[in-house]
């Protein structure tokens, strides 16, 4: 009966005999690939050294990539504030048109 209400849990496996075949047959490649990473990266120093180059020339990609979007959006932006400029100024110039003349005045 205790096994039985065990089995249902996340505490203990289904299948207590089964072992590491048990093991690897419930568990996803992508955890499977992820432990040997982490477990070759604690055992080796030389997949530590190659891992290290690997992140800097991953990060200095990203921050470039960073520096290119932010002079995209400062064109863009000042692109956006002569555009603003350039409509106030026309808007400034009609705001004030010539009188218009009714032909009731004229009479």
């Known amino acids: ?5 065990w089995e249902g849990t996340a505490m203990v496996p289904a299948r207590v005999g ?3 075949s ?5 568990t996803s490649p992508v955890g499977l690939i992820a ?7 604690l055992v080796s120093p030389g997949l530590r050294k190659g891992a290290r180059r690997f ?14 979007v932010k002079s995209n959006v400062l064109q ?5 504030q002569d555009i603003l ?3 106030r100024t ?3 110039n009609n705001v004030n048109p010539a009188p218009i003349v009714s032909i009731a005045e004229n009479d």
């Open 1 to 5: 009966m205790l096994a039985q209400i």
């Open 18 to 20: 089964q072992g590491i």
């Open 22 to 26: 048990g093991l690897l047959t419930h």
């Open 35 to 41: 432990t040997g990473v982490a477990v070759g990266l």
């Open 55 to 68: 992140l800097v020339g991953g990060t200095k990609v990203g921050l470039t990539a960073q520096e290119k």
């Open 76 to 80: 863009v932006k000042q692109g956006w």
């Open 85 to 87: 400029a350039e409509a």
């Open 90 to 92: 026309k808007e400034q």
